[in-house]
Protein backbone atom coordinates (compact mmCIF):
# COMPACT_ATOMS: atom_id res chain seq x y z
CA UNK A 1 0.00 0.00 0.00
CA UNK A 2 1.30 3.24 -0.78
CA UNK A 3 2.26 5.71 1.80
CA UNK A 4 0.08 8.66 2.22
CA UNK A 5 -0.25 11.29 4.06
CA UNK A 6 -1.29 11.48 7.66
CA UNK A 7 -1.52 15.08 9.79
CA UNK A 8 1.65 14.99 11.65
CA UNK A 9 2.89 11.43 10.47
CA UNK A 10 5.51 11.46 7.20
CA UNK A 11 4.01 9.18 4.58
CA UNK A 12 5.89 6.26 5.20
CA UNK A 13 3.82 2.84 4.82
CA UNK A 14 4.81 0.48 7.55
CA UNK A 15 4.26 -2.42 5.35
CA UNK A 16 7.51 -1.20 2.88
CA UNK A 17 9.09 -0.20 5.58
CA UNK A 18 12.88 -2.72 5.32
CA UNK A 19 13.35 -4.65 8.35
CA UNK A 20 15.05 -2.49 11.68
CA UNK A 21 18.49 -3.95 11.93
CA UNK A 22 20.06 -3.65 15.23
CA UNK A 23 22.98 -4.02 17.58
CA UNK A 24 20.95 -5.84 20.17
CA UNK A 25 18.78 -7.73 17.16
CA UNK A 26 21.49 -9.45 15.50
CA UNK A 27 18.98 -11.74 13.27
CA UNK A 28 18.27 -8.51 11.93
CA UNK A 29 21.71 -7.99 10.45
CA UNK A 30 21.41 -11.91 8.96
CA UNK A 31 18.15 -10.53 7.19
CA UNK A 32 19.78 -7.77 5.59
CA UNK A 33 23.29 -9.95 4.86
CA UNK A 34 21.63 -12.20 2.60
CA UNK A 35 19.81 -15.05 5.12
CA UNK A 36 20.90 -18.22 6.06
CA UNK A 37 21.44 -20.63 3.47
CA UNK A 38 21.98 -17.79 1.08
CA UNK A 39 26.12 -17.95 1.35
CA UNK A 40 25.95 -14.47 2.30
CA UNK A 41 25.75 -14.81 6.18
CA UNK A 42 28.59 -12.92 8.02
CA UNK A 43 30.89 -15.24 10.06
CA UNK A 44 30.46 -14.45 13.45
CA UNK A 45 27.92 -12.14 15.45
CA UNK A 46 31.02 -9.49 15.90
CA UNK A 47 31.07 -8.92 12.45
CA UNK A 48 27.23 -8.47 11.95
CA UNK A 49 27.78 -5.77 15.13
CA UNK A 50 30.41 -4.18 12.59
CA UNK A 51 28.32 -4.25 10.21
CA UNK A 52 25.58 -1.96 12.03
CA UNK A 53 28.06 0.95 11.86
CA UNK A 54 27.74 1.23 8.10
CA UNK A 55 26.50 4.40 6.66
CA UNK A 56 22.96 2.89 5.35
CA UNK A 57 22.26 1.06 8.36
CA UNK A 58 22.45 3.92 10.60
CA UNK A 59 20.29 6.09 8.32
CA UNK A 60 17.46 3.32 8.87
CA UNK A 61 17.82 3.02 12.07
CA UNK A 62 17.87 6.71 12.49
CA UNK A 63 14.58 7.14 10.56
CA UNK A 64 12.71 4.20 12.44
CA UNK A 65 13.77 6.44 15.75
CA UNK A 66 12.72 10.16 14.55
CA UNK A 67 9.23 7.82 12.96
CA UNK A 68 8.56 6.86 16.96
CA UNK A 69 9.67 10.21 18.04
CA UNK A 70 7.35 12.02 15.59
CA UNK A 71 4.55 9.62 17.42
CA UNK A 72 5.22 10.05 20.58
CA UNK A 73 5.51 13.81 19.81
CA UNK A 74 1.52 13.97 17.81
CA UNK A 75 0.50 11.68 20.82
CA UNK A 76 1.39 14.21 23.86
CA UNK A 77 0.58 16.99 21.51
CA UNK A 78 -3.04 15.51 21.10
CA UNK A 79 -3.42 14.48 24.68
CA UNK A 80 -2.42 17.72 26.23
CA UNK A 81 -4.05 20.05 23.86
CA UNK A 82 -7.16 18.14 22.35
CA UNK A 83 -7.90 15.67 24.96
CA UNK A 84 -6.90 17.28 28.04
CA UNK A 85 -9.38 20.46 26.71
CA UNK A 86 -12.03 18.39 25.38
CA UNK A 87 -12.08 16.39 29.12
CA UNK A 88 -12.41 19.44 30.60
CA UNK A 89 -15.57 20.84 28.69
CA UNK A 90 -16.97 17.27 28.53
CA UNK A 91 -17.30 17.43 32.27
CA UNK A 92 -18.27 21.02 32.14
CA UNK A 93 -21.22 20.41 30.30
CA UNK A 94 -22.05 17.33 31.76
CA UNK A 95 -22.34 19.05 35.25
CA UNK A 96 -24.24 22.05 33.72
CA UNK A 97 -27.13 20.10 32.08
CA UNK A 98 -26.79 17.59 35.28
CA UNK A 99 -27.67 20.63 37.65
CA UNK A 100 -30.05 22.68 35.10
CA UNK A 101 -33.42 20.45 35.84
CA UNK A 102 -33.83 18.43 39.31
CA UNK A 103 -35.14 15.20 37.14
CA UNK A 104 -36.07 12.14 39.80
CA UNK A 105 -33.34 10.62 39.83
CA UNK A 106 -29.48 9.62 39.13
CA UNK A 107 -29.85 7.62 35.94
CA UNK A 108 -32.69 9.90 34.31
CA UNK A 109 -30.57 13.18 35.41
CA UNK A 110 -26.97 11.25 33.59
CA UNK A 111 -29.04 10.46 30.93
CA UNK A 112 -30.19 14.20 30.29
CA UNK A 113 -26.79 15.67 31.25
CA UNK A 114 -24.86 13.36 28.67
CA UNK A 115 -27.50 13.92 25.69
CA UNK A 116 -26.89 17.17 24.96
CA UNK A 117 -22.96 17.45 24.73
CA UNK A 118 -23.16 14.58 23.23
CA UNK A 119 -25.02 16.03 20.16
CA UNK A 120 -23.24 19.05 20.50
CA UNK A 121 -20.26 17.16 19.67
CA UNK A 122 -20.68 15.39 16.68
CA UNK A 123 -22.59 18.46 15.18
CA UNK A 124 -19.40 20.56 15.89
CA UNK A 125 -17.25 17.47 14.07
CA UNK A 126 -19.56 18.50 11.63
CA UNK A 127 -18.78 22.21 11.88
CA UNK A 128 -14.86 22.03 11.80
CA UNK A 129 -14.41 21.67 8.18
CA UNK A 130 -16.99 24.25 6.81
CA UNK A 131 -15.35 26.65 9.54
CA UNK A 132 -11.70 26.30 8.45
CA UNK A 133 -13.47 26.60 4.46
CA UNK A 134 -14.80 29.87 5.71
CA UNK A 135 -11.54 30.94 6.86
CA UNK A 136 -9.66 29.97 3.45
CA UNK A 137 -8.06 26.74 4.61
CA UNK A 138 -8.81 23.54 4.14
CA UNK A 139 -9.21 20.45 6.25
CA UNK A 140 -7.20 17.32 5.46
CA UNK A 141 -9.27 14.19 4.91
CA UNK A 142 -7.62 13.37 8.65
CA UNK A 143 -7.57 15.95 11.10
CA UNK A 144 -6.30 15.15 14.57
CA UNK A 145 -8.60 17.84 15.91
CA UNK A 146 -12.08 16.45 14.40
CA UNK A 147 -11.18 13.29 15.15
CA UNK A 148 -10.60 13.87 19.09
CA UNK A 149 -13.22 16.10 19.14
CA UNK A 150 -15.10 12.85 16.93
CA UNK A 151 -14.12 10.49 19.82
CA UNK A 152 -15.22 12.69 22.46
CA UNK A 153 -18.53 13.13 21.03
CA UNK A 154 -18.64 9.15 20.59
CA UNK A 155 -17.13 8.64 24.15
CA UNK A 156 -20.29 10.88 25.14
CA UNK A 157 -23.10 9.29 23.31
CA UNK A 158 -21.99 5.94 24.61
CA UNK A 159 -22.75 6.85 28.44
CA UNK A 160 -25.95 8.36 27.39
CA UNK A 161 -26.73 5.10 25.15
CA UNK A 162 -25.83 2.95 28.00
CA UNK A 163 -27.59 5.00 30.86
CA UNK A 164 -30.81 5.69 28.53
CA UNK A 165 -32.13 1.97 27.98
CA UNK A 166 -32.67 2.20 31.52
CA UNK A 167 -34.65 5.46 32.10
CA UNK A 168 -38.07 4.04 31.14
CA UNK A 169 -39.29 0.77 31.47
CA UNK A 170 -36.24 -0.50 33.76
CA UNK A 171 -34.47 -3.40 33.60
CA UNK A 172 -36.47 -4.40 30.31
CA UNK A 173 -34.48 -2.58 27.71
CA UNK A 174 -36.17 -4.69 24.91
CA UNK A 175 -39.21 -3.13 25.79
CA UNK A 176 -37.79 0.22 23.95
CA UNK A 177 -38.35 -1.51 20.70
CA UNK A 178 -40.79 -4.21 20.90
CA UNK A 179 -44.24 -3.95 22.15
CA UNK A 180 -45.15 -5.63 25.99
CA UNK A 181 -47.09 -8.64 26.02
CA UNK A 182 -49.99 -6.50 27.32
CA UNK A 183 -49.80 -4.39 24.12
CA UNK A 184 -51.78 -5.87 21.63
CA UNK A 185 -50.44 -4.86 17.65
CA UNK A 186 -50.04 -7.36 15.03
CA UNK A 187 -46.60 -5.70 14.03
CA UNK A 188 -44.34 -6.39 17.22
CA UNK A 189 -41.83 -3.66 16.76
CA UNK A 190 -42.88 -0.32 18.02
CA UNK A 191 -44.19 1.78 15.57
CA UNK A 192 -45.03 4.54 17.59
CA UNK A 193 -43.03 7.94 18.61
CA UNK A 194 -41.78 6.33 21.84
CA UNK A 195 -40.87 3.36 18.71
CA UNK A 196 -39.38 6.24 16.43
CA UNK A 197 -37.32 7.75 18.94
CA UNK A 198 -35.40 4.72 20.30
CA UNK A 199 -34.87 3.23 16.70
CA UNK A 200 -33.41 6.53 15.34
CA UNK A 201 -31.27 6.73 18.80
CA UNK A 202 -30.06 3.23 18.06
CA UNK A 203 -29.28 4.08 14.47
CA UNK A 204 -27.04 6.78 15.84
CA UNK A 205 -25.64 5.15 18.16
CA UNK A 206 -24.38 1.61 16.00
CA UNK A 207 -22.79 4.20 13.77
CA UNK A 208 -21.24 6.19 16.37
CA UNK A 209 -20.11 2.88 17.51
CA UNK A 210 -18.64 2.17 13.93
CA UNK A 211 -16.83 5.74 13.36
CA UNK A 212 -15.60 5.71 16.74
CA UNK A 213 -13.52 1.88 16.42
CA UNK A 214 -12.70 3.28 12.88
CA UNK A 215 -11.17 6.67 14.09
CA UNK A 216 -7.65 5.89 14.03
CA UNK A 217 -4.28 5.70 11.96
CA UNK A 218 -4.52 1.71 11.37
CA UNK A 219 -8.45 1.73 10.26
CA UNK A 220 -6.85 4.58 7.33
CA UNK A 221 -4.03 2.28 6.50
CA UNK A 222 -6.19 -0.76 6.30
CA UNK A 223 -9.15 0.89 4.08
CA UNK A 224 -7.36 3.22 2.40
CA UNK A 225 -8.18 6.92 1.82
CA UNK A 226 -10.94 6.71 -0.52
CA UNK A 227 -13.00 3.73 1.31
CA UNK A 228 -11.79 5.58 5.08
CA UNK A 229 -13.61 8.72 3.99
CA UNK A 230 -16.48 7.53 2.44
CA UNK A 231 -16.78 5.29 6.05
CA UNK A 232 -16.53 8.83 7.98
CA UNK A 233 -19.29 10.08 5.53
CA UNK A 234 -22.07 8.28 7.81
CA UNK A 235 -20.94 10.94 10.17
CA UNK A 236 -23.45 12.72 8.57
CA UNK A 237 -26.09 10.44 9.03
CA UNK A 238 -25.24 9.57 13.14
CA UNK A 239 -25.70 13.41 13.20
CA UNK A 240 -29.51 13.36 11.37
CA UNK A 241 -30.62 10.04 13.45
CA UNK A 242 -28.97 11.77 16.79
CA UNK A 243 -31.38 14.97 15.92
CA UNK A 244 -34.57 12.97 15.26
CA UNK A 245 -33.98 11.21 18.19
CA UNK A 246 -33.53 14.07 20.41
CA UNK A 247 -36.83 15.74 18.57
CA UNK A 248 -38.91 12.57 19.13
CA UNK A 249 -37.71 12.51 22.51
CA UNK A 250 -38.42 16.48 23.51
CA UNK A 251 -41.67 15.71 21.91
CA UNK A 252 -42.57 12.97 23.98
CA UNK A 253 -41.08 14.80 27.38
CA UNK A 254 -42.86 17.89 26.53
CA UNK A 255 -39.09 19.10 26.77
CA UNK A 256 -38.31 23.03 28.07
CA UNK A 257 -38.53 25.68 25.27
CA UNK A 258 -34.38 26.57 26.11
CA UNK A 259 -33.68 22.42 25.48
CA UNK A 260 -35.28 22.32 22.39
CA UNK A 261 -33.64 25.57 21.35
CA UNK A 262 -30.69 24.10 21.92
CA UNK A 263 -31.22 21.32 19.87
CA UNK A 264 -32.75 23.43 16.83
CA UNK A 265 -29.41 25.68 16.96
CA UNK A 266 -27.48 22.56 16.66
CA UNK A 267 -29.81 21.69 13.47
CA UNK A 268 -30.21 24.86 12.25
CA UNK A 269 -26.18 25.68 12.49
CA UNK A 270 -24.97 22.50 11.15
CA UNK A 271 -27.29 22.66 8.25
CA UNK A 272 -26.23 26.19 7.37
CA UNK A 273 -22.69 25.58 7.37
CA UNK A 274 -22.34 22.36 5.99
CA UNK A 275 -24.39 23.93 3.13
CA UNK A 276 -22.05 27.12 2.64
CA UNK A 277 -19.32 24.78 2.95
CA UNK A 278 -20.20 22.48 0.13
CA UNK A 279 -20.77 25.49 -2.12
CA UNK A 280 -17.39 26.89 -1.16
CA UNK A 281 -15.75 23.90 -2.10
CA UNK A 282 -17.56 23.39 -5.03
CA UNK A 283 -16.24 26.95 -6.32
CA UNK A 284 -12.78 25.86 -5.21
CA UNK A 285 -13.31 23.28 -7.61
CA UNK A 286 -14.84 24.80 -10.66
CA UNK A 287 -11.38 27.54 -9.55
CA UNK A 288 -9.11 24.74 -9.90
CA UNK A 289 -10.36 23.44 -13.18
CA UNK A 290 -8.49 24.94 -16.21
CA UNK A 291 -10.86 27.80 -17.92
CA UNK A 292 -12.01 25.59 -21.05
CA UNK A 293 -13.23 22.88 -18.39
CA UNK A 294 -14.86 25.36 -16.29
CA UNK A 295 -17.05 26.60 -19.35
CA UNK A 296 -18.61 23.43 -20.08
CA UNK A 297 -19.60 23.07 -16.44
CA UNK A 298 -20.98 26.26 -16.16
C1 LIG B 1 -29.99 3.26 21.66
C2 LIG B 1 -29.53 4.50 21.80
C3 LIG B 1 -30.19 5.55 22.65
C4 LIG B 1 -31.12 5.44 23.65
C5 LIG B 1 -31.76 4.19 24.19
C6 LIG B 1 -31.41 6.75 24.12
C7 LIG B 1 -32.29 7.08 25.13
C8 LIG B 1 -32.77 8.31 25.39
C9 LIG B 1 -33.77 8.64 26.36
C10 LIG B 1 -34.45 7.63 27.27
C11 LIG B 1 -33.99 9.96 26.30
C12 LIG B 1 -35.00 10.77 27.11
C13 LIG B 1 -34.56 10.92 28.52
C14 LIG B 1 -33.37 11.77 28.65
O1 LIG B 1 -33.49 13.00 28.60
O2 LIG B 1 -32.31 11.21 28.78
C15 LIG B 1 -33.12 10.50 25.29
C16 LIG B 1 -33.06 11.80 24.92
C17 LIG B 1 -32.08 12.34 24.12
N1 LIG B 1 -31.07 11.65 23.51
FE1 LIG B 1 -30.85 9.68 23.47
N2 LIG B 1 -30.65 7.64 23.42
C18 LIG B 1 -29.90 6.95 22.51
C19 LIG B 1 -28.97 7.44 21.62
C20 LIG B 1 -28.66 8.78 21.54
C21 LIG B 1 -27.57 9.32 20.79
C22 LIG B 1 -26.56 8.50 19.97
C23 LIG B 1 -27.58 10.66 20.98
C24 LIG B 1 -26.59 11.65 20.47
C25 LIG B 1 -26.61 12.08 19.29
C26 LIG B 1 -28.71 10.99 21.81
C27 LIG B 1 -29.09 12.26 22.15
C28 LIG B 1 -30.25 12.56 22.88
C29 LIG B 1 -30.76 13.89 23.10
C30 LIG B 1 -30.13 15.20 22.61
C31 LIG B 1 -31.92 13.75 23.87
C32 LIG B 1 -32.87 14.85 24.32
C33 LIG B 1 -32.85 14.95 25.82
C34 LIG B 1 -34.21 15.40 26.32
O3 LIG B 1 -34.49 16.58 26.26
O4 LIG B 1 -34.96 14.56 26.76
N3 LIG B 1 -29.32 9.81 22.15
N4 LIG B 1 -32.38 9.48 24.77
Not at 172 to 191: A, M, S
Amino acid sequence: MPGRALSGVPSVSAKSDPPVLSKSDPGSLELRLGGTGQGAVADSVSELLAAADCPSVRAQNYTQMSMSVIHRKRLIRRLLLHHLPLLALSAASVSLFYLARPLRDVITRLSFATAYPALMLIAATLLIGPWNLLRGKRTPISSDWRRDVGIWAGILSMIHTVVGQDVHLRGRPWLYYIYGPREVHVFPLRHDLFGFSNYTGLCSALLLLLLLATSNDYSLRVLGTPRWKQLQRWNYFTFAFGGAHALGYQAIEKQKIPFVAVVLASILITVVLQTIGYARRRQITLEDRPITDRKSVV
